[in-house]
C-alpha cells in the first residue's frame, strides 16, 4: 500500500515489514520506514544494527526473506542492483570503492556506464562540486587520499543520474575539515534535487543535515523524528552524542 503522508505526497522509497536473514541470523527483523521525495533522511545505529544491510537490500545486493520495497509506487524487492541503477537508485557503499587503476577521468565515465555516452553537463557539474577531482583528473584513482577517493565515489554515483542516493559512512576514516566538507555537498546535491538515504555513525553531523532519521538497534527500528527531534532526545544524546556532550 502506498503511503500518502500529512503533506499529501507520497513517499518515494517505502520499506514495509523488511526482515532480512544472513543463513540463520535475521539482520534486519521487520523493519518499516519511508523516504519522501526531497529528503534527506538519515539511519543510525550502534554496530551491528543493521544499517548496511538495510542499504544493500534498498539497492538490490540483497534479497528481503519477507516484507516488499517500493521505490516511486513500483516493487523493487527482488530486482538486482544492476537494474536498480536504471530506476536511478545508486549507492556508494562503505569504504568506497573506487577503481584503483583507473584515472579519475574513467572512474567517473564508469559511473555514467548506464548511458550510451556520458552527459557531459552532469561531468561538468560533477567537478564543480569537487574541484580537487579538477585538479586530479588524470591521476589513478589508487592514489587519492581518503577524502578524495570519498569525493570521487560519490562524483560516480552522481554519473548514474540517480533520484535516490544511498551513502554508506561518507564520512568514515576522514579528517573532520574533510568532514565538514562532504557534509556541505551532500547538502548541495540534495538541494539540486537528489534525494538522500545516509547512514552515518557521525550521529550530530547527520541530524543536522538530515530532514528526518531512524535509529536501528540490533534489526530493528527503536526511534524516528525529525532531525531536531533526534537530537534533542535524551536516548539518542546518550547512545550517540556522548562525546559531543562531553565535549560541549
Ligand atoms: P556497522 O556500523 O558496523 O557497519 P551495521 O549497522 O551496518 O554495522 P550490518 O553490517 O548491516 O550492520 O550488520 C547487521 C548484522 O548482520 C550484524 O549482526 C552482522 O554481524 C550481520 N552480518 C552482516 N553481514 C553478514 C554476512 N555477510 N554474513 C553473516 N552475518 C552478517
Avoid: W
Avoid at 156 to 165: D, V
Avoid at 171 to 199: C, D, H, W, Y
Avoid at 215 to 226: A, D
Amino acid at each position: 500500500m502506498t503511503d500518502v503522508t500529512k503533506n499529501g505526497t507520497a513517499a518515494l522509497l517505502e520499506v514495509t515489514d523488511v526482515e532480512v536473514r544472513y543463513g540463520a541470523i535475521a539482520a534486519l527483523k521487520g523493519i518499516s520506514f519511508d523516504v519522501r521525495e526531497g529528503e534527506i533522511v538519515a539511519l543510525l545505529g550502534a554496530n551491528g544494527a543493521g544499517k548496511t544491510t538495510t542499504q544493500k537490500t534498498v539497492s538490490g545486493m540483497m534479497r528481503p526473506a519477507s516484507g516488499s520495497i517500493t521505490f516511486d509506487r513500483g516493487r523493487i524487492d527482488g530486482i538486482p542492483a544492476h537494474e536498480l541503477i536504471g530506476l536511478g537508485i545508486c549507492h556508494v557503499p562503505e569504504g568506497r570503492h573506487v577503481f584503483p587503476r583507473m584515472s579519475v577521468h574513467e572512474n567517473l565515465e564508469m559511473g555514467a556506464f548506464r548511458f550510451k555516452t556520458m552527459d557531459r553537463n552532469d561531468y561538468d557539474r560533477v567537478l564543480e562540486l569537487f574541484p580537487r577531482l579538477r585538479e586530479r583528473i588524470k591521476q589513478q584513482a589508487g592514489t587519492l587520499s581518503g577524502g578524495e577517493q570519498q569525493m570521487l565515489a560519490i562524483g560516480r554515483a552522481l554519473m548514474g543520474k540517480p533520484r535516490l542516493l544511498l551513502l554508506d559512512e561518507p564520512s568514515m576514516g576522514l579528517a573532520p575539515l574533510v568532514v565538514a566538507q562532504i557534509f556541505e555537498i551532500i547538502r548541495e546535491i540534495n538541494k539540486a534535487g537528489v534525494t538522500v538515504l545516509l547512514v552515518e555513525q557521525n550521529a550530530a553531523q547527520a541530524l543536522a543535515l538530515a530532514n528526518r532519521g531512524y535509529v536501528l538497534e540490533t534489526g530493528e527500528i527503536v526511534l524516528t523524528g525529525t532531525g531536531e527531534e533526534l537530537l534533542a532526545d535524551e536516548r539518542v544524546r546518550a547512545a550517540y552524542l556522548g562525546e559531543e556532550i562531553a565535549a560541549s
